[in-house]
C-alpha cells in the first residue's frame, strides 16, 4: 500500500520559489503516475501537474506553465514541485497523489501541504 507523505510548504513572498516534497513509503513511482493538486479556500481541488512514472512525460496546468517544475528521484521514492515565481493566487493546500499508469483515477493521496504566497 502506496503511502505518501508532503513536506517543504509555508509562507513566502510574491515571486518567491518553494520545492515541495512527496515521498512514497511502501512502493516506488516507477508504475505509478504522481501528480500534485491543490485546493484554496472556497474552491474546488484542481490539478497542477503529473509524471508518469515510466518514462518521465509530465503534464501541467496551464497556470503552472513555465514557472512549476515537477520531477521525481526514484532512488529516494520521491517527486518534487519547484515552484518559482509564486503568486498569491497560488495559495493553497497542495496534495501529492498517485494513481497506477492504467488506473483512471488517483486513488492516493497525501494529507496535504499549505502554501500561502503574500503580497
Known amino acids: 500500500q502506496v503511502q505518501l507523505v508532503e513536506s517543504g510548504g509555508g509562507l513566502v513572498q510574491a515571486g518567491g520559489s518553494l520545492r515541495l516534497s512527496c515521498v512514497a513509503s511502501g512502493r516506488t513511482f516507477s508504475n505509478y503516475y504522481a501528480g500534485w493538486f491543490r485546493q484554496a479556500p472556497g474552491k474546488e481541488r484542481e490539478f497542477v501537474a503529473a509524471?508518469?512514472?515510466?518514462?518521465?512525460?509530465?503534464y501541467y496546468a496551464d497556470s503552472a506553465k513555465g514557472r512549476f517544475t515537477i520531477s521525481r528521484n526514484n532512488a529516494k521514492n520521491t517527486v518534487y514541485l519547484q515552484m518559482n515565481s509564486l503568486k498569491p493566487e497560488d495559495t493553497a493546500v497542495y496534495y501529492c497523489a498517485a494513481k497506477r499508469i492504467v488506473a483512471m483515477k488517483y486513488d492516493k493521496w497525501g494529507q496535504g501541504i499549505q502554501v500561502t504566497v503574500s503580497s
Open positions: 509524471i508518469r512514472g515510466s518514462d518521465d512525460i509530465t
